[in-house]
């Protein structure tokens, strides 16, 4: 597990410190406490969490199965 900050999760994300903190509060983006002001984020958790989309209840492995139903359904 490799823990990175909130400065260098919105360099990733391209969006304000700020708004990685409103997100991490609002558990839509995992994060991982250390502590009562200490935030970090799992840098695994956080690539799969992009690549659903930002939906943290999509299963990033399911994908393939719903374009294969799309793609049987045309």
């Known amino acids: 597990m490799e823990l990175i900050t909130a400065q260098e999760v919105a360099a990733m994300l391209k969006v304000p410190v700020a708004r990685v903190y409103e997100l991490a509060r609002t558990n839509i983006l995992p994060s991982v406490h250390l502590g009562r002001r200490q935030l970090r ?18 299963d990033p492995s399911t994908d393939d199965l719903d374009s294969n139903r799309a793609s049987k359904l045309r």
């Open 41 to 58: 984020f799992d840098q695994a958790r956080l690539r799969e969490w992009i690549e659903c989309g930002g939906d943290s209840k999509r």
